[in-house]
C-alpha cells in the first residue's frame, strides 16, 4: 500500500509559478507517477506522467509550462508549473501506478488546489 500526500497548491498571480510536491509513503522507484487535475464542472484530466525510467509526457494544455521530475531518494514526485493561467486552476491529484503487480495498481492523493486568479 502506497499513501501519497501533494503539497505546494495555493493561489498565484496569472503568469506565476508554483511547485506541487507528491510524497510518498513508501518506495517509488518501480511507480509510473503522475500528476492529474480536475476543474469544477469538468473531468480529471493528464496533466504529465513520468515511468521510473524517467520518461515523461505532458497534457497538450500545458505542454512548454510545466515540467514534471521525480526524486526516488527522496520518494517524491515534483511538478514545477510556470506560466499559469487562469485555466489552470483545479484540484492536482497525484497519482502511482504499480505495473509490476498481477494487475496495475493504482494510487491517488487527496489533492491540492491550485488558484490562478488576479
Known amino acids: 500500500q502506497v499513501q501519497l500526500v501533494e503539497s505546494g497548491g495555493g493561489l498565484v498571480q496569472p503568469g506565476g509559478s508554483l511547485r506541487l510536491s507528491c510524497a510518498a509513503s513508501g518506495t517509488i522507484v518501480i511507480l509510473f507517477m503522475g500528476w492529474y487535475r480536475q476543474a469544477p464542472g469538468k473531468q480529471r484530466e493528464l496533466v504529465a506522467t513520468?515511468?521510473?525510467?524517467?520518461?515523461?509526457n505532458y497534457g497538450d494544455s500545458v505542454k512548454g509550462r510545466f515540467t514534471i521530475s521525480r526524486e526516488n531518494t527522496k520518494n517524491t514526485v515534483y511538478l514545477q508549473m510556470n506560466a499559469l493561467k487562469p485555466d489552470d486552476t483545479a484540484v492536482y491529484y497525484c497519482?502511482?501506478?504499480?505495473?509490476?503487480?498481477?494487475?496495475?495498481?493504482?494510487?491517488w492523493g487527496q489533492g491540492t488546489q491550485v488558484t490562478v486568479s488576479s
Open positions: 513520468i515511468s521510473n525510467g524517467g520518461n515523461t
Open positions: 497519482n502511482a501506478v504499480n505495473y509490476y503487480a498481477k494487475s496495475p495498481i493504482n494510487y
